[in-house]
């Protein structure tokens, strides 16, 4: 009886996990693609902060 007090939150943290990386994989492009946007090379090279004058 004690293996179902394992085995039952074991399964609901399982399912959990597969419907969370479910949800995330079919956002994936998107959420890399507003990465590269906002922190990319070019818009850091437009930032004064982040250039020196030699």
């Given at each position: 009886?004690?293996w179902?007090?394992?085995v039952?939150?074991g399964?609901?943290?399982?399912?959990?996990v597969?419907?969370?990386?479910?949800?995330?994989?079919s956002n994936?492009?998107?959420?890399?693609?507003?990465?590269?946007?906002?922190?990319?090379?070019?818009?850091?090279?437009?930032?004064?902060?982040?250039?020196?004058?030699f």
């Open positions: 009886m004690y179902l007090l394992l039952i939150p399964g609901l943290i399982a399912l959990n597969y419907f969370e990386k479910k949800r995330k994989g994936e492009k998107e959420q890399v693609q507003e990465l590269f946007t906002s922190d990319g090379a070019a818009n850091k090279a437009q930032d004064p902060k982040h250039s020196k004058h």
